[in-house]
């Protein structure tokens, strides 16, 4: 099954025929806003606790108010895990809202990492807005990251119970591997070789590690037992590593009107993502040409000032060596691998058919 490419913007073709049904009977746009709703009153007065100006700034990030500290409508995010976390305590026969806890403490730790992201990538533009560093300055980024990692296990151990502290201790885990998967992509910047293999074990610190914690915590609160918690972690880690695959397309071919990023923006970054690594990994005159030009950006004093046409002379060549078709294949095959898993748990079929839709959306999505 082939992907649908443009000049910009990338699409994935789920590799399950049956999910297109599953797709056309669930309402993924409900599921979201359901895991937005429900936790956008807890995560707001998470937010209320941190001391002044850290609960303004923090209320900018999450585009609750503008630069000038007026009320705004700003775009939060889709709210994935949210969702996520919901579905997985109704995977465990709990209620949804017993996953609510979890819901916004995985929400929370996931907003520390962009912040410091954004900081430590020089990311000026999120969601089509300033990034935090740029209109509150590094210090701020740095200070509203950190309180909201802190507030995350506040939510989940003022609950007092043993369900929170495995929670606690799941999420933990998580965002050290979290933490593990950012050391080893800006250390993979820096390197001329980096392996298929080393690329996908930082996708899967890096953005499956939370969306694997996000597919088990509510389970965990709803009172599942290990073993359930553990393979809805496994669908949520491979479902992780088929979001970043699709991400690594939208970082070089994304429209910026979609993104809210330059152009070419993890080539400008020098970002040894998945379709570069598979691309310089494929051999042949396209790879080798590649090869040659990222070893030369690495030390050109100039690279700053590349023009339009040198990224996109950089991104036609991943292209032609097959990098950009194998990301497509990867997000699909891990797209594949998550829905397999699935089948490892008993649940009510809804919920299994809303996790399967919340997968084909995860790997279909344009921005």
């Not at 895991?35 to 209320?48: E, K, N, T, W």
């Not at 740095?142 to 929670?167: K, N, P």
């Not at 050290?176 to 800006?186: E, F, P, S, V, Y």
Request: negative net charge; charged residues 25%.
């Amino acid at each position: 099954m082939s992907s649908t490419t443009g000049t910009r913007g990338e699409s994935v073709t789920p590799a399950n025929p049956a999910s297109d049904t599953v797709a056309e009977t669930t309402d993924v746009t409900a599921l979201l806003e359901r895991g937005r709703a429900l936790s956008a009153p807890v995560l707001r007065a998470a937010v209320d606790r941190l001391a002044p100006p850290m609960d303004t700034v923090a209320a900018y990030h999450f585009g609750w108010i503008d630069a000038q500290g007026r009320p705004a409508d700003g775009d939060g995010g889709k709210a994935v895990r949210p969702a996520l976390a919901l579905l997985s305590a109704e995977a465990a026969g709990a209620a949804a809202e017993a996953g609510i806890p979890g819901a916004v403490a995985v929400e929370l730790v996931h907003n520390f990492s962009l912040l410091h992201d954004d900081l430590m990538d020089g990311d000026e533009q999120r969601r089509h807005r300033d990034t935090v560093w740029k209109v509150h300055g590094p210090a701020q980024a740095i200070l509203v990251g950190d309180g909201l990692f802190a507030l995350a296990y506040d939510i989940l151990l003022e609950l007092g119970t043993a369900e929170a502290g495995r929670a606690a201790r799941r999420l933990t885990t998580a965002t050290r591997k979290l933490i593990d998967g950012q050391a080893q992509d800006i250390s993979y910047e820096h390197r001329e070789s980096v392996t298929v293999e080393e690329c996908l074990e930082m996708e899967g610190n890096k953005t499956g590690a939370l969306l694997a914690c996000a597919c088990s915590i509510g389970a965990v609160l709803g009172g599942a037992d290990d073993r359930t918690a553990d393979v809805l972690e496994a669908y949520g880690h491979h479902l992780g590593l088929a979001f970043q695959a699709v991400d690594d397309l939208l970082g070089i071919w994304g429209d910026p009107e979609s993104t809210g990023k330059q152009t070419w923006s993890d080539l400008r970054q020098r970002k040894k993502s998945l379709p570069v690594v598979a691309a310089l990994a494929a051999g042949g005159p396209a790879s080798e040409r590649l090869g040659e030009l990222l070893a030369a950006d690495a030390k050109s004093s100039d690279f700053d000032s590349f023009s339009e046409e040198e990224f996109a002379a950089r991104a036609a060549l991943i292209e032609e060596a097959g990098g950009r078709e194998w990301t497509a294949q990867e997000a699909r095959r891990q797209h594949a691998v998550a829905i397999e898993v699935l089948h490892g748990v008993d649940m009510p079929e809804p919920v299994r058919a809303q996790l399967t839709a919340l997968a084909d959306f995860v790997v279909v999505r344009k921005r």
